[in-house]
């Protein structure tokens, strides 16, 4: 699928009959690393290759909850989201989709995107929607707020911001509508 930045490569996943295809870790900001560590968030620039989307991307650092996350790979480098899309697309379906962006819980300090509990795949394949779930910026990394020294407040809100704005950009190219979007989640989300 070729986006605004570039082209990506999903995979095909069967849930019960259904063919989806997903699209993991696709990133929509720059990695708020360094220099863009305390900033609000950058779009990220044009890649050139075709960028492989069919593994699940590091969870965004947060606090360790035995039993929730011990076996979570973190790292700052997550601003990123995954789609899941019904596979009429392969078949030339050109109906827009209604799109339904996840956004997850965790008070704003744990949680990810792609948490098992929440997996769009029994949603985009019964439900015939494009599912959308966002990762942010979670804990201090996220909703810091130091305006003395340059740190902007709630980070982790700008992030879902630029989140949000690549799916109206993007989300065509998914089958999905752009003015047919729907914001669901739980807790912080």
Known sequence: ?????????????????????????????????????????????????????????PHCTQALFPGFNSDYQFSEDCLTLNVITPSALEHGDKRSRPVMVWIHGGGFAIGSAHYDAYNGTILAATEDIVYVAINYRLGALGFLHLPEHGVPSNLGLWDQLLALQWVKNNIKQFGGDPDQVTIFGESAG
Not at 15 to 35: D, K
Request: hydrophobic share 40%; charged share 25%; aromatic share 12%.
């Open 1 to 57: 699928i070729k986006l605004e930045t570039g082209k990506v490569r999903g995979q095909l996943i069967n849930f019960r009959g259904s063919i989806v295809y997903e699209f993991l870790g696709i990133p929509f900001a720059e990695p708020p690393i360094n220099e863009l560590r305390f900033k609000k968030p950058v779009p990220v620039k044009p890649w050139n290759d075709v960028k492989s989307m069919t593994n699940w991307p």
